[in-house]
């Protein structure tokens, strides 16, 4: 949970499992909190994305807080498909499979790799398994297409 005062808190979506070096006790937005927050929020205005202020505070926090804290994830490329001409556009892209699609805010781009938040409400990678609002898919590079800002409507399908 972050706490901005006693008025406004806001709750991630990492459980305890999913967090490691989690304070012992109350731990104030600190300069690279701070830094990487500004960031994101950078590079999701540049992208031309319709947020709302609430959405874009909500993916921003969870985006800082999954990259300050959360557990490694390992990749997971083979539930989506490779794109051709793939990359990614202000951090933004979207994945696919035969299910359905999303859009994700890469959080680190590591070689060949790239750890995305999912921004899209849910992505279906099997019969059985999804991924929720704000959770994290390790993939290859070659599954990210870029997203650019006329499919802005379908962020949060």
């Not at 909500?58 to 800082?64: D, E, G, H, P, S």
Request: glycine share 4%; charged share 20%; with cysteine.
């Amino acid at each position: 949970m972050l706490s901005m005062g006693k008025e406004w808190q806001c709750t991630t979506a990492f459980g305890q499992k999913q967090i490691v070096d989690l304070p012992k006790s109350h731990q104030l937005f600190n300069l690279s909190d701070t830094e990487y927050y500004l960031t994101f929020a950078d590079h999701l205005l540049a992208s031309g994305g319709q947020f709302s202020e609430a959405q874009l505070t909500q993916i921003l926090i969870n985006a800082t807080a999954a990259i300050m804290f959360h557990k490694p994830v390992s990749p997971k490329s083979w539930f989506l498909d490779e794109i051709e001409s793939f990359g990614f556009h202000h951090r933004l892209a979207r994945v696919s499979n035969k299910f359905n699609s999303a859009v994700v805010l890469v959080l680190t781009d590591e070689h060949s790799l790239a750890t995305c938040m999912l921004i899209s409400s849910k992505l279906q990678l099997n019969e059985n398994k999804y991924l929720r609002q704000f959770e994290l898919i390790k993939v290859a590079k070659n599954r990210l297409e870029p997203f650019l800002s006329e499919a802005s409507s379908q962020l949060t399908a």
